[in-house]
């Protein structure tokens, strides 16, 4: 689960990137958001809409609702928002940045993740990775002026995503299939307003975009969001994090290949020390993982 993640939303920046080129972006977010809702919801009929074990309570309630914002809706308009002023690359590689902002949410909102010495020391490591990531010219610019604010709109990306896995770990038990798809239900009817207020009525793309937004909907958002709800639910959202590693690696790869994007030193130190950081607080993870292999 952690490597299929991994590789598969790596690519998904690259994919996004190329989507932009025939749709707006907010509407390119419920493209992709309503595709998978519209998909999640028939499997989640034939299995019964089974949802929550036991009748949730109103804290319940308002933990989905908030997971439904933070891990579909605003993340996807944020990267889409931002895409258009940075590289796929960057936006992949800002992503690694979920591992560390994990890290101090789960210690004080998830039992048994307590934050050591050894968290901290990679937790500082990887921060000034992403100073670096955020504040040097990591990418080439792509003459837009917003750039800097298209970064800021990756990191608050990340951030949905790492207040999101803190969050859904704190849910009661729940079908997995169930989960994913309310989740996106959650996500369409936000985004789909604020793409109609923003960008007006939606647009007419062409073939390509719309078979680009089918894939961006089938593959990254419904399949892989029931990956990680399963892998959130079973394993935590620190483990969950390990996906980490291999997002900005791949997102960074497929860009310089794909879309000849170009790889100056500035990026590699921010990845390196990123990477770094997670690596060193994450190994109590890692020795996990690598044990339930050999196992």
Same mark, same amino acid.
């Given at each position: 689960?952690?490597?299929?993640?991994?590789? #598969?939303?790596?690519?998904?920046?690259?994919? $996004?990137?190329?989507?932009?080129?025939? $749709?707006?972006?907010?509407?390119?977010?419920?493209?992709?958001?309503?595709?998978?809702?519209?998909?999640?919801?028939?499997?989640?009929?034939?299995?019964?809409?089974?949802?929550?074990?036991?009748?949730?309570?109103?804290?319940? !309630?308002?933990?989905?609702?908030?997971?439904?914002?933070?891990? !579909?809706? /605003?993340?996807?308009?944020?990267?889409?928002?931002?895409?258009?002023?940075?590289?796929?690359?960057?936006?992949?590689?800002?992503?690694?940045?979920?591992?560390?902002?994990?890290?101090?949410?789960?210690?004080?909102?998830?039992?048994?993740?307590?934050? #050591?010495?050894?968290?901290?020391?990679?937790?500082?490591?990887?921060?000034?990775?992403?100073?670096?990531?955020?504040?040097?010219?990591?990418?080439?610019?792509?003459?837009?002026?917003?750039?800097?604010?298209?970064?800021?709109?990756?990191?608050?990306?990340? !951030?949905?995503?790492?207040?999101?896995?803190?969050?859904?770990?704190?849910?009661?038990?729940?079908?997995?299939?169930?989960?994913?798809?309310?989740?996106?239900? /959650?996500?369409?009817?936000?985004?789909?307003?604020?793409?109609?207020?923003?960008?007006?009525?939606?647009?007419?793309?062409?073939?390509? #975009?719309?078979?680009? /937004?089918?894939?961006?909907?089938?593959?990254?958002?419904?399949?892989?969001?029931?990956?990680?709800?399963?892998? $959130?639910?079973?394993?935590?959202?620190?483990?969950?994090?390990?996906?980490?590693?291999?997002?900005?690696?791949?997102?960074?790869?497929?860009?310089?290949?794909?879309?000849?994007?170009?790889?100056?030193?500035?990026?590699?130190?921010?990845? #390196?020390?990123?990477?770094?950081?997670?690596?060193?607080?994450?190994?109590?993870?890692?020795?996990?993982?690598?044990?339930?292999?050999?196992?």
């Amino acid at each position: 689960m952690v490597a299929t993640l991994g590789v #598969t939303w790596g690519a998904t920046f690259m994919v $996004i990137e190329i989507a932009l080129t025939g $749709i707006t972006p907010f509407w390119l977010a419920a493209g992709r958001i309503g595709f998978a809702a519209a998909l999640m919801t028939v499997i989640w009929a034939l299995r019964g809409f089974r949802l929550f074990a036991q009748r949730p309570g109103a804290g319940a !309630s308002a933990m989905l609702l908030l997971v439904g914002m933070l891990s !579909s809706a /605003i993340p996807f308009m944020l990267l889409s928002w931002g895409q258009q002023f940075v590289t796929s690359g960057f936006a992949g590689v800002s992503m690694a940045a979920v591992a560390l902002m994990v890290l101090p949410l789960a210690h004080v909102f998830v039992p048994g993740e307590h934050l #050591t010495l050894r968290r901290i020391a990679g937790f500082l490591i990887g921060f000034v990775g992403v100073t670096v990531l955020i504040g040097g010219q990591a990418f080439a610019s792509t003459g837009a002026t917003q750039e800097g604010l298209g970064r800021l709109a990756c990191l608050g990306a990340a !951030s949905c995503y790492a207040l999101s896995s803190v969050s859904m770990r704190r849910l009661p038990p729940v079908d997995p299939f169930g989960l994913a798809t309310v989740l996106l239900i /959650i996500g369409c009817c936000l985004v789909i307003p604020a793409a109609w207020v923003v960008e007006g009525p939606p647009p007419l793309p062409d073939t390509r #975009t719309l078979m680009v /937004i089918a894939m961006l909907g089938l593959i990254p958002t419904a399949a892989a969001n029931v990956l990680r709800v399963l892998l $959130i639910r079973s394993a935590g959202p620190t483990f969950m994090s390990l996906t980490n590693y291999i997002v900005p690696v791949c997102s960074v790869l497929f860009g310089a290949a794909i879309l000849s994007e170009p790889l100056p030193p500035s990026l590699l130190m921010a990845l #390196t020390l990123i990477l770094s950081g997670v690596f060193l607080s994450q190994w109590g993870a890692l020795r996990r993982l690598f044990g339930q292999t050999s196992a």
